[in-house]
């Protein structure tokens, strides 16, 4: 069975610093794509990072020089390391594995497997 475990959301003040954690079992970290998705009440999950097998990243424009995607193969968990944090970062950010397609639409949320339940970021400003 999947399971993906996503953790360390919490309320920050804009310009603070959060780095969530997906911790991911069955299948590990750099054997799949994975990714970082967001979500607020009455809006569409959207993409904001991404990892492909062999290391290379995709950002949403907004978050680029901010935000931060990794690994640690070791530890079989993916990162999201989040700067300069801003009040419209305010979401639920999920993890997900396993993509297909092409890649240039990472960002379409009907293109991964396997989701995790999600962890709650908010910024007040």
């Known amino acids: 069975q999947v399971q993906l475990v996503e953790s360390g959301g919490g309320s920050v003040q804009a310009g603070g610093s959060l780095t969530l954690s997906c911790t991911v079992s069955?299948?590990?970290?750099?054997?799949?794509?994975m990714a970082w998705f967001r979500q607020v009440p009455g809006k569409e999950r959207e993409g904001v990072a991404a990892?492909?097998?062999?290391?290379?990243?995709s950002y949403k424009d907004s978050v680029k020089g901010r935000f931060t995607i990794s690994r640690d193969n070791a530890k079989n968990t993916l990162y999201l390391q989040m700067n300069s944090l801003r009040f419209e970062d305010t979401a639920a950010y999920y993890c997900?594995?396993?993509?297909?397609?092409?890649?240039?639409?990472?960002?379409?949320?009907?293109?991964?497997?396997?989701w995790g339940q999600g962890t709650q970021v908010t910024v007040s400003s």
């Open positions: 997900a594995q396993l993509f297909w397609g092409g890649w240039q639409s990472w960002s379409n949320r009907n293109a991964w497997a396997y």
């Open positions: 069955r299948y590990t970290v750099s054997t799949y794509s």
């Open positions: 990892m492909r097998s062999d290391g290379s990243t």
